[in-house]
């Protein structure tokens, strides 16, 4: 089975303090790549998503990432979180190769107003 | 939009009861999911399925089966459920293909208590 990896457990911020969590995976081979959050209560929504093109992602709600295949690590950014921010994040592989995906454990975020 | 429906939102059963959990999508959608997401494990895959009566083993299918009798319908089986059950149970689909790209859609989930 592939593996995905994210470092960070639980990391807590102020408001306005820059996040990044980190993720790698396991695959070689050519990758889908996606970060969901779920707010408190509710159901995983999709934040953002790559499959091909510029590494560089936008996704919602001010967040992006970066794939750097070389790393195999697609770590999820915003430059100032806010108290809506509150969330478990996860990051996912999928490939056509196996047509299904893989998660990291996920990480909580707690931001302090 | 995709709606993945999950029938109950909490459920309580007794140990050794069969329980059925059921998730509905309104997108013909190909590909049905069905996840358990636990505290500092993130979501582990019990089974898949690819078309109606297909089914693939996930990463942890001890315990529990599947049915797939209708495109849109994929139901989780515990056949006799015991308190190690006990989790946020997740159903999800996708589309095949290229269409594969676009991810997943998730349910809200059934937090399962097995007593």
């Known amino acids: 089975a592939q593996s995905v990896s994210q470092h960070n457990h639980h990391v807590i911020l102020s408001e306005a303090a820059s996040l990044e969590l980190g993720c790698n995976y396991s695959?070689?081979?050519?990758?889908?790549l996606f970060w969901y959050v779920q707010y408190p209560g509710q159901h995983l929504q999709l934040l953002l998503k790559y499959f091909s093109g510029d590494p560089l992602v936008k996704g919602i709600k001010g967040f992006e990432a970066e794939f750097i295949k070389s790393k195999f690590s697609f770590n999820l950014r915003k430059p100032s979180v806010q108290w809506s921010d509150t969330a478990e994040y996860f990051c996912?592989?999928?490939?056509?190769?196996?047509?299904?995906?893989?998660f990291g454990s996920g990480t909580k975020l707690n931001v302090k107003p | 939009d995709v709606k993945v429906t999950q029938s109950s939102r909490y459920l309580v059963k007794r140990t050794g009861e069969k329980v059925f959990l059921e998730c509905v999508q309104d997108?013909?959608?190909?590909?049905m999911f069905w996840y358990r997401q636990d505290p500092g494990l993130g979501l582990r895959l019990i089974y898949f399925s690819y078309d109606v009566k297909m089914k693939e083993k996930g990463d942890i299918p001890e315990g529990y089966s599947v049915s797939r009798e209708k495109k849109e319908r994929f139901s989780l089986i515990l056949e006799s459920a015991s308190t190690n059950q006990t989790s946020m149970y997740l159903c999800?689909?996708?589309?095949?293909?290229?269409?594969?790209?676009?991810?997943?859609?998730f349910g809200s989930g059934t937090r399962l208590t097995v007593v």
């Open positions: 695959y070689g081979g050519t990758v889908n």
């Open positions: 997108m013909d959608h190909e590909n």
């Open positions: 999800a689909s996708s589309l095949r293909g290229l269409g594969f790209n676009y991810g997943y859609t």
């Open positions: 996912a592989v999928g490939s056509s190769n196996f047509n299904k995906f893989y």
